[in-house]
RNA sequence: GCCGACGUAGCUCAGGGGUAGAGCGUUUCCUUGGUAAGGAAGAGGUCACGGGUUCAAUUCCCGUCGUUGGCUCCA
């Protein structure tokens, strides 16, 4: 007998050699109905894995994210029995369980897969399904599976072999389909009742671009199919959040092929809205001790040269811009940075003085690849809400604090609950990607996680991830697909005083090298108003709204009076406008709904011979007639429980 | 940059080898209206651009540009 003991602590008696399965079906019939797969001892097995030790079981369900990876992961391999039976003689390489759905990376030779070819993939994979073949995984000698995969011609199953350790190598079976496998199967291929292949794209073989390009199909899944009906009503859902559909309804921005592409032009509606987070952010910061600065959009190739950036993205960048006669040569700027080490090299700095904190709004050119560009989160033209502080040593760590303080203050005022934060740090594999010595590349490190644990942060570490001259801690927030953004960012840099011979007089009147903080709250305001629309649907949070109300008189005879209200609206520091146009008040009312104006104030008869307003909310609750100044009592109220000073 | 898809009126989209359609918007006129579309008439398109095939191309083929889903990249 071995002892099992489950996630609630209880402990059970079974016989050795029992699966996960039994032990699911002791605790109840519909819970064995439902198990799909299992952790045991911290190692994830099959639902039908016999269990020959004591140890700890953790049965999952579809409704576990492990579960469902377990799902999935076991769906990629019916896509990949599917394929092979449509297309005989492609060449399978990986396919993986993701966040949604799976994937499986595909070598196709000369046949091009597209969506015309998915319905028939659809169909056969259902096919597969039905035939409720069991996943039965079984262990191959490293020489029989490099056997295995060179008798089919497949060097690319070969190469994941050869990385691999002899008896630590499990091929997974079911029907006529096998392949290499590390585990973590449904029981059988009945349980899927609902596929749907979602997309083709090309992916480079172990991602890198100098190797093949692949297939890589992309595929969900369900134990329903009511369920694959949801999810796809879920994408259209998100699709009508995605910010350049309300950009375009809501006229905030545009791009022209003329100007050229991933350069985003502001309409006036979205550079008010622009202006606002600007006025907001200068408030905050003023208040941390921040001094403005205004830098060129053009720098001296030497700038570049000497801040390691030319060195580093120079051959990939927007080329230098030559002068007619005298042939010097200018960047358009990448970064605000170099121009700032200027600035403060501009003054000598007694310790007495530091932190020096410049911040600027700074529209930097990037040359980003045709294929990045995407709406306004990757552009080639954007403005950074950019800030430098230059400190001591010892100032470094409660710096990042203030401004680790300042992002959440943004983050919270925005209504943004849900980020990751991540501390990105070096690659050790890969030092040559960085500059900067490996003493202050370890200091800076620890002062970032030091502050991000001070600070509570529920924070990830990823490796190789950092700025070429520094670690950093950025805040990512998902658009309404659910992929993930880099915002917010904070860098620590020992590099660039260093190379830009910046000092302070310290107090024991020699000179020392400040350390320089990068930051930026909102990241750039593209990508920030981006992810702004994407998460409210273009329902702005009240203080920022361009447009907080809209009058609307009912007919032509209630302009004087609808004028009236808009002064006294005004007057109260609500903004507002006034629909005079000759259209039925139904009209308006649905027009100011689809053009999300919180508040809208309908005035007829009734209000000219009271003195009041009719307000309706967006989404349609009445609050009845009342004045303007209890009109403004809640729209000050709305706005300072959401709007906290810093 | 690479792989796939897409590009028809201001917007959303239908159509299809014989030089184009709808709804919304816009303009004009009528209507003066009470909480999500009042009515009528009109204007508006080198069917992204450039080649090729064809008696004939917006439609088929190739290329370019742009957009898009991914990959790579992201100071």
Redesign the pocket.
């Known amino acids: 007998m071995i002892e099992i003991t489950l996630p609630d602590g209880k402990t059970v008696e079974y016989p050795k050699g029992s699966t996960p399965l039994d032990v699911a079906r002791g605790i109840s019939e519909g819970l064995a109905r439902n198990v799909i797969s299992a952790r045991f001892n911290n190692r994830k097995v099959e639902a039908s894995t016999p269990l020959e030790t004591d140890g700890k079981l953790i049965l999952y369900t579809w409704s576990d994210e492990e579960g469902k990876k377990a799902f999935w992961h076991s769906s990629s391999h019916v896509l990949a029995q599917a394929l092979e039976e449509l297309y005989p003689g492609i060449k399978l390489t990986i396919g993986p369980a993701i966040d949604s759905g799976f994937?499986y990376d595909v070598d196709f030779g000369e046949h091009?897969?597209?969506?015309?070819d998915f319905l028939a993939i659809e169909k056969k994979a259902l096919e597969i399904a039905r035939g409720k073949h069991d996943f039965r995984m079984r262990e191959v000698s490293k020489k029989d599976a490099l056997g295995y995969y060179e008798k089919e011609g497949n060097p690319y199953k070969v190469e994941l072999i050869e990385n691999l350790e002899d008896g630590d190598i499990t091929f997974c079976d079911h029907d006529t389909f096998t392949d290499l496998c590390r585990g973590g199967h449904i029981p059988n291929t009945g349980l899927i009742k609902a596929f749907k292949v979602?997309?083709?794209?090309?992916?480079?073989w172990?991602?890198?671009?100098n190797r093949p390009?692949l297939?890589?199909v992309?595929g969900i899944s369900f134990p329903k199919q009511k369920e694959l009906t949801e999810y796809l009503e879920m994408l259209e859902e998100a699709k009508k959040r995605?910010h350049?559909?309300l950009g375009?309804?809501l006229e905030l921005f545009t791009?022209s092929?003329k100007v050229?592409?991933?350069l985003p032009l502001w309409l006036p509606k979205g550079a008010a809205l622009r202006e606002r987070l600007e006025q907001f952010l200068k408030k905050a910061q003023k208040k941390a001790g921040y001094e403005m600065v205004v830098t060129p959009h053009i720098g001296q190739k030497e700038l570049?040269v000497t801040s390691g950036?030319?060195a580093?993205?120079?051959e990939?960048?927007?080329q230098p811009i030559h002068t007619p006669r005298e042939d010097e040569e200018f960047l358009l700027k990448?970064?605000n940075?170099p121009h700032h080490c200027e600035i403060y090299r501009a003054t000598p700095f007694s310790y007495r003085e530091l932190p020096k904190r410049y911040a600027e709004f700074g529209t930097?050119?990037?040359?980003?690849?045709?294929?990045?560009?995407?709406?306004l989160t990757?552009v080639r033209g954007f403005t950074q809400d950019d800030a430098h502080i230059f400190c001591t040593h010892d100032q470094v760590e409660s710096e990042f604090m203030n401004v680790i303080d300042l992002t959440l203050y943004v983050l919270g005022s925005l209504g943004f609950d849900k980020f990751t934060a991540q501390v990105?740090i070096r690659d050790p594999e890969n030092p040559d990607?960085y500059i900067g010595d490996t003493a202050n590349w370890e200091k800076a490190e620890a002062a970032i996680i030091n502050a991000a644990t001070e600070k509570g942060l529920d924070f990830v570490i990823e490796p190789g991830?950092?700025?070429?001259?520094g670690p950093?801690l950025d805040f990512m927030i998902k658009d309404a697909?659910?992929?993930q953004w880099?915002l917010g960012?904070i860098?620590v840099d020992y590099t660039l005083p260093e190379r830009f011979d910046l000092t302070y007089k310290g107090s024991d009147n020699e000179l020392h090298r400040p350390v320089m903080i990068?930051r930026a709250p909102f990241g750039s305001m593209e990508r920030f108003v981006a992810l702004l629309l994407e998460h409210t649907g273009g329902n702005f949070p009240l203080w920022l709204t361009p447009q907080q109300a809209i009058v609307l008189?009912?007919?032509?005879?209630?302009e004087k009076y609808a004028q009236k209200v808009l002064n006294s609206l005004e007057n109260h520091e609500i903004r507002a406008l006034l629909d005079a146009?000759?259209?039925?008040?139904?009209?308006k009312?649905?027009?100011?709904?689809?053009g999300k104006y919180p508040f809208?104030i309908?005035?007829?008869?009734?209000?000219?011979?009271d003195g009041t307003i009719?307000?309706?909310r967006?989404?349609?609750e009445?609050l009845?007639?009342i004045t303007v100044e209890a009109l403004s009592g809640l729209v000050n109220a709305e706005i300072n429980s959401t709007l906290k000073s810093f």
């Open positions: 994937y091009t897969l597209s969506e015309k979602l997309s083709v794209a090309g992916a480079y172990r991602g890198d671009e390009q297939t890589r992309y995605d350049r559909k375009k309804e791009f092929q050229g592409q991933g570049y950036h030319y580093k993205y120079g990939d960048s927007f990448p970064m940075c930097v050119y990037r040359y980003e690849q045709s294929g990045e560009l995407h709406g990757r990105s990607k991830e950092a700025a070429f001259y950093k697909l659910g992929r880099q960012t860098q990068h008189p009912v007919s032509e005879k209630h146009r000759s259209e039925t008040v139904g009209r009312i649905r027009e100011a709904e689809m809208m309908i005035v007829g008869d009734q209000e000219q011979a009719s307000v309706r967006h989404g349609g009445d009845g007639s």
